[in-house]
């Protein structure tokens, strides 16, 4: 199967990720289903535009024109236009009206936390539930209020923000820290002193990490693939951040590298050789 990928959709309580794809103009599910065995072939030649979403019923549609655009992009300017909504609306008071209702609704602000001691400050429209923090891949997170407007949820954020919280964690980062073991009971801990520190010390705390792999974090480190073929079996995803297992080891991958892009979907495991470990006897 050779298909457009337009967003990878993350693990969340009631369902499993997915890749949505485009099949000659029809919106279709690949799903990640735990132990499906994958190898992925990536066609980096054309970006495409990967439509438009509507910010009202949550919804992905397809370019009318199925439009290439620069790699810099996800979309061409007509989807940019129809989707109609500007994430740093702080900065202007020129707004669609659709966004300027979806802003009026009640959001909440959360605080995410990576591992590594990475947390950060967000915001999010209720209406999303908590997939916000299921996408970023928050493997602790704590809610820290609910408020009737974006903009209040906002000026809460900077708040934290200025206290000394990030505003985003890079790819990069949260790698790294799924690259080495983690362990709840003591990121919680590190976790908790932080929202103390912020003023929350009776915030609960969630843990997402047992649910992005399917139940049961397996306590591994997760391995960059490299230049080794996108292939294993799937263990989990976090946010999106695909998890396959290749000759007993955790490799992971972005799936945002896809969108845009055509892919291939192969069963069959491309094998990853390992380097023999040299064992001393002294």
Not at 103 to 114: I, L, Q
Not at 209 to 223: S, T, W
Not at 230 to 243: A, H, K, N, T
Not at 250 to 273: E, H, P, Q, R, V
């Amino acid at each position: 199967m050779n298909s457009l990928v337009i967003i990878a959709r993350p693990i969340s309580e009631p369902a499993d990720p997915y890749l949505l794809i485009d099949n000659n103009g029809i919106l279709d599910k690949f799903f990640l289903e735990k132990d499906k065995i994958i190898t992925l072939s990536v066609d980096k030649g054309t970006r495409y535009c990967t439509g438009w979403y509507d910010i009202e019923s949550h919804t992905n549609h397809l370019c009318e024109t199925s439009a290439v655009v620069d790699v810099k992009y996800e979309s061409c300017f007509a989807c940019r236009k129809k989707t109609d909504f500007n994430p740093a609306f702080y900065n202007t008071s020129d707004i669609s009206t659709k966004q300027a209702q979806y802003n009026n609704a009640p959001h909440s602000v959360y605080v995410a936390y990576f591992g590594n001691g990475l947390a950060k400050a967000g915001i999010m429209s209720n209406s999303r539930g908590l997939e916000r923090l299921y996408e970023q891949g928050a493997l602790l997170y704590s809610i820290v209020a609910s408020c009737p407007n974006a903009t209040i949820v906002h000026n809460l954020e900077s708040k934290l923000i200025q206290k000394g919280l990030k505003n985003s964690i890079t790819k990069k980062q949260k790698g790294d820290a799924l690259s080495k073991l983690f362990d709840v009971s003591l990121e919680k801990q590190v976790f908790k002193s932080m929202l103390s520190d912020l003023g929350y010390p009776e915030n609960k705390v969630v843990s997402n990490i047992d649910m992005f792999f399917f139940g049961e974090y397996p306590k591994a480190p997760v391995h960059d693939f490299d230049n080794h073929a996108i292939s294993g079996q799937v263990r989990g995803v976090v946010g999106r951040y695909l998890i396959l297992e290749n000759n007993e080891r955790l490799y992971g991958y972005w799936l945002t590298n896809l969108c845009g892009y055509k892919a291939s979907f192969g069963d069959k495991i491309d094998l990853i050789k390992r380097e023999p470990q040299q064992i001393s006897f002294l």
